[in-house]
């Protein structure tokens, strides 16, 4: 029984009225319910959901007698304080200890991104494919397991779909281009690109949803482009980080954060599951306008998806050009959902504004961390002074857009 069901029922059995009669009329009512029991005096600060039925009230001859404390109720005091919600610093660990994970995960995705996408340099797409069909497997497990629950109810999976169909359609060409373009990109221009998200959201939902921002998220977005420009572009032609990088890969990856920032404004009304699903199916369907920007002719799908299946599995003929797969992959895929489960845990003990930060720290980092040599790439990159200089005005960026500024009081 709920509990929603029992307290009415208690409170029925409360208000039920008794007859003092020797002969029992009620059949749920005998005399042993009635008779007070012998029992020790409850805490004050317990409370019950019903009161006892026909309590004798105490005779005031024996009140002295009555409040004394036996050592069984400094017994039941001593289990009450016991279960006090946790302290601070409790609670001050749990954040700092849930913020150092998410970092790592942040930082280790951000890695694995560029390691996967190594052995599949030439099939970008079939991995975008792969790793959305996996996410497709996944929320549909969990869709299935809370309609069972009855978290999931039937006018939920009713809600109109074509929101979702929109949001299909720009994951997958988020999700395909930004592969398509980190194939060909330097390690520590990913994140460094991949922060134009802030400035593609703010832009969408101004003029979508009519948002208004403060000054100070107006002047943070300012700064993130501002050190995305000066890290890419500045210093002599040999020491910019994208020398030698044709600009169609950059001008990609921005325009796939584009894609993620329109589908993210449109999240906030619809479901993710069924975005997903629909992410998928068009991942598929855009393939051959995808494919068309790698010089792959229609025609040749089928064998660029074989060729690219047996790349993942590290068989076939040219497997030789694909080491590393298919354990990269599948990392990536792993540390993923296990960074966004992180992601939604940290917000859960601290705030939205804590998570950001926690997020934030990885960029940094994970641009250190890629232009080291690494298994699979044994190169490295050299970070230029411009290249650092710009990354310090984005973090400066990214954390005066995201700390809250003290509002007046009325």
Same mark, same amino acid.
């Given at each position: 029984?709920?509990?929603?069901?029992?307290?009415?029922?208690?409170?029925?059995? !409360?208000?039920? $009225?008794?007859?003092?009669?020797?002969?029992?009329?009620?059949?749920?009512?005998?005399?042993?319910?009635?008779? $007070?029991?012998?029992?020790?005096?409850?805490?004050?600060?317990?409370?019950?959901?019903?009161?006892?039925?026909?309590? $004798?009230?105490?005779?005031?001859?024996?009140?002295?007698?009555?409040?004394?404390?036996?050592?069984?109720?400094? !017994?039941?005091?001593?289990?009450?304080?016991?279960?006090?919600?946790?302290?601070?610093?409790?609670?001050?660990?749990?954040?700092?200890?849930?913020?150092?994970?998410?970092?790592?995960?942040?930082?280790?995705?951000?890695?694995?991104?560029?390691?996967? =996408?190594?052995?599949?340099?030439?099939?970008?797409?079939? =991995?975008?494919?792969?790793?959305?069909?996996?996410?497709?497997?996944?929320?549909?497990?969990?869709?299935?397991?809370?309609?069972?629950?009855?978290?999931?109810?039937?006018?939920?999976?009713?809600?109109?779909?074509?929101?979702?169909?929109?949001?299909?359609?720009?994951?997958?060409?988020?999700?395909?281009?930004?592969?398509?373009?980190?194939?060909?990109?330097?390690?520590?221009?990913?994140?460094?690109?991949? %922060?134009? *998200?802030?400035?593609?959201?703010?832009?969408?939902?101004?003029?979508?949803?009519?948002?208004?921002?403060?000054?100070?998220?107006?002047?943070?977005?300012?700064?993130?482009?501002?050190?995305?420009?000066?890290?890419?572009?500045?210093?002599?032609?040999?020491?910019?980080?994208?020398?030698?990088?044709?600009?169609?890969? $950059?001008?990609?990856?921005?325009?796939?954060?584009?894609?993620?920032?329109?589908?993210?404004?449109?999240?906030?009304?619809?479901?993710?599951?069924?975005?997903?699903?629909?992410?998928?199916? *068009?991942?598929?369907?855009?393939?051959?306008? =995808?494919?068309?920007?790698?010089?792959?002719?229609?025609?040749?799908?089928?064998?660029?998806?074989?060729?690219?299946?047996?790349?993942?599995?590290?068989?076939?003929?040219?497997?030789?050009?694909?080491?590393?797969?298919?354990?990269?992959?599948? =990392?990536?895929?792993?540390?993923?959902?296990? *960074?966004?489960?992180?992601?939604?845990?940290?917000?859960?003990?601290?705030?939205?504004?804590?998570?950001?930060?926690?997020?934030?720290?990885?960029?940094?980092?994970?641009?250190?961390?890629?232009?080291?040599?690494?298994?699979?790439?044994? !190169?490295?990159?050299?970070?230029?002074?411009? *290249?650092?200089?710009?990354?310090?005005?984005?973090?400066?960026?990214?954390?005066?857009?995201?700390?809250? %500024?003290?509002?007046?009081?009325?």
């Amino acid at each position: 029984m709920s509990l929603s069901t029992s307290l009415p029922m208690l409170q029925l059995l !409360d208000d039920f $009225p008794l007859k003092r009669s020797s002969k029992w009329s009620n059949p749920f009512l005998s005399p042993t319910l009635l008779m $007070p029991f012998p029992r020790e005096p409850r805490p004050s600060n317990v409370h019950l959901i019903s009161n006892p039925p026909l309590v $004798p009230k105490p005779n005031p001859r024996n009140l002295r007698t009555q409040t004394k404390i036996s050592p069984r109720r400094r !017994d039941i005091r001593a289990h009450i304080s016991s279960t006090n919600p946790p302290t601070a610093s409790s609670t001050t660990k749990h954040i700092v200890f849930g913020s150092v994970l998410t970092v790592a995960f942040a930082t280790t995705n951000r890695v694995l991104y560029k390691l996967a =996408l190594v052995p599949m340099k030439n099939y970008p797409f079939f =991995l975008a494919q792969f790793t959305t069909f996996g996410y497709v497997v996944i929320y549909f497990s969990i869709l299935g397991m809370r309609y069972h629950a009855g978290i999931v109810t039937d006018e939920m999976l009713a809600q109109p779909k074509s929101r979702f169909v929109v949001i299909g359609v720009l994951e997958a060409l988020g999700l395909a281009t930004g592969m398509s373009a980190g194939a060909m990109l330097p390690g520590p221009a990913i994140p460094l690109l991949n %922060q134009t *998200f802030l400035v593609w959201q703010l832009i969408f939902s101004t003029f979508l949803l009519g948002r208004k921002y403060s000054f100070s998220q107006i002047a943070g977005c300012l700064l993130v482009a501002t050190g995305v420009t000066v890290a890419v572009t500045s210093g002599s032609n040999s020491s910019k980080m994208l020398s030698g990088v044709e600009f169609v890969w $950059p001008a990609l990856m921005i325009a796939s954060n584009a894609f993620q920032a329109g589908a993210s404004i449109i999240k906030e009304y619809v479901f993710i599951d069924a975005g997903a699903r629909l992410e998928a199916l *068009f991942v598929l369907l855009f393939l051959p306008l =995808l494919s068309s920007m790698k010089g792959i002719p229609f025609a040749q799908l089928p064998s660029y998806l074989k060729s690219g299946a047996g790349c993942f599995l590290n068989i076939g003929t040219n497997s030789s050009d694909c080491n590393g797969a298919p354990l990269l992959p599948f =990392l990536y895929v792993i540390i993923n959902l296990i *960074f966004n489960i992180s992601l939604l845990h940290l917000v859960k003990v601290s705030s939205a504004v804590v998570t950001s930060l926690a997020v934030m720290l990885s960029v940094p980092i994970s641009i250190y961390v890629l232009s080291l040599p690494l298994p699979y790439l044994p !190169d490295g990159t050299t970070l230029s002074p411009f *290249f650092l200089f710009g990354n310090m005005v984005l973090v400066l960026g990214l954390i005066l857009y995201t700390i809250p %500024q003290p509002t007046k009081q009325s």
